[in-house]
Each structure stands twice: as structure tokens, then as C-alpha cells.
């Protein structure tokens, strides 16, 4: 079966600056890349996703690139503020019936 | 509103007791999906449903039951053959051809 791999496991940053968070996946099948953000004692909630016909995609500060030939992807946050420190999520998935895989998640910490 | 409701959001159980995490959604999304996460664990599946009067395992089904009776329900119980049963228990439903994760606010189980 699929297999994620997510680093760092936890990612300290100063208010301001980047934050990039990586994911690797094994199944080549695979073709969507969610990532989520969960707050302390909240559910997680999606904030991105990334089908796999396309490199990078961006939201305002949050941005998700795709590199199918090496099977990894990135989570990148710029800017960052104290209110994105939270655990973020990723996930691969192959659509269909497959239930998507998720990495075992990174704690960022934003200090002010 | 639409969106995934559990209750309750914190339930203590003495060793020995059968318990049953409620989760109701209103998105008319056919499946729907029980985790559970522990720190530094990520999310494990422990059940999931596509269709109504149907259900499967997932990674860690052992000590765990669950029912699908109707669309908008997907109860999940704990049993006293849980060996371990303190976590954080999440909730989703998905849609689409890419399974998109939608999660409830969660159910913090301790056991006494």
C-alpha cells in the first residue's frame, strides 16, 4: 500500500519568516496530495490540494508543489504568523475508492 | 450549516466498559471514516463506510465495532477489548472522485 513520509516532526520558526514542510510518497498511482491544518483539540481542516496534473498551486500565503517524478511534495507558508503554529497534515491518495494515506504530521510553532 | 458533529467531546470510561462515540454529518456524503490519533502517531484508520449497511477494517479494527443504518450516521464503539483505548478520536466523511477529507471536532476518550 501507499506509504507517506512527512518532515520535519516539528518546525520552529520566527514570526516572519518561511516555513517549508515535505512529504514523500511510494505509490506512483497516486494523483491527489491534500494537506490539512489542525489546531490544539480541533479537527483537522483542509487549507490546500493538489491533483497531480498540476506543479504548484497558491493561496495567498500558502502555496503546495508537486514533483511527480521524484514522488514528493511540499507544503510552503510564508510570512508566517503565531496563528498558523498548529499540526499540519499530509496526505496522498489515489481517488476512487482509496482512502487517502497521511503523514504522521509536523508541529509548527510560530514565535512572535 | 452543514458540516460533521460528535459527541460528546470529552468522555471518561472505567476499564471494563463498552463505550459509543456519536458522529452525525448533514453533507450527504456517502462515506465516512473513523481515526484515531495519538501524539507523534499521525491518523490511523480504525473504520470506514462508502454506502449504507456497509463497512470495512482498517489498520486498527481490533477492539473497535461500528454501524452504518443510516446515510447521516456512523457511530463507533469502544470495547472492553480495547487494550489501550485513550486517544483523540476523529471523525470525516468524504466526496468526490479524490475521497476529499472533511473531519468532525473530535472526541477526547480517557479511560479511568
Known amino acids: 500500500g501507499e506509504n507517506v513520509e512527512q518532515h520535519p516532526s516539528t518546525l520552529s520558526v520566527q514570526e516572519g519568516d518561511s516555513a517549508v514542510i515535505k512529504c514523500t510518497y511510494s505509490d506512483s498511482a497516486s494523483n491527489y496530495f491534500p494537506w490539512y491544518k489542525q489546531e490544539l483539540g480541533k479537527g483537522p481542516q483542509l487549507i490546500i490540494d493538489?491533483?497531480?496534473?498540476?506543479g504548484e498551486k497558491k493561496d495567498q500565503r500558502i502555496a503546495v508543489t508537486l514533483n511527480k517524478t521524484a514522488k514528493h511534495f511540499s507544503l510552503h507558508i510564508t510570512e508566517t504568523q503565531p496563528e498558523d503554529s498548529a499540526v499540519y497534515f499530509c496526505?496522498?491518495?489515489?481517488?476512487?475508492?482509496?482512502?487517502?494515506?497521511f503523514g504522521r504530521g509536523t508541529s509548527l510553532i510560530v514565535h512572535p | 450549516d452543514g458540516g460533521i458533529t460528535q459527541s460528546p467531546k470529552y468522555l471518561f470510561r472505567k476499564e471494563g466498559q463498552n463505550v459509543t462515540l456519536s458522529c452525525e454529518q448533514n453533507?450527504?456524503?456517502?462515506?465516512m471514516y473513523w481515526y484515531r490519533q495519538d501524539p507523534g502517531q499521525g491518523l490511523r484508520l480504525i473504520y470506514y463506510?462508502?454506502?449504507?449497511?456497509?463497512?470495512q477494517k482498517g489498520d486498527i479494527a481490533e477492539g473497535y465495532s461500528v454501524s452504518r443504518e443510516k446515510k447521516e450516521s456512523f457511530p463507533l464503539t469502544v470495547t472492553s477489548a480495547q487494550k489501550n483505548p485513550t486517544a483523540f478520536y476523529l471523525c470525516a466523511s468524504s466526496i468526490g472522485q479524490y475521497n476529499e477529507q472533511f473531519f468532525g471536532p473530535g472526541t477526547r476518550l480517557t479511560v479511568l
Open positions: 453533507l450527504n456524503h456517502d462515506a
Open positions: 496526505a496522498a491518495s489515489k481517488g476512487g475508492s482509496y482512502i487517502p494515506t
Open positions: 493538489i491533483r497531480s496534473n498540476v
Open positions: 463506510s462508502q454506502i449504507v449497511n456497509d463497512f
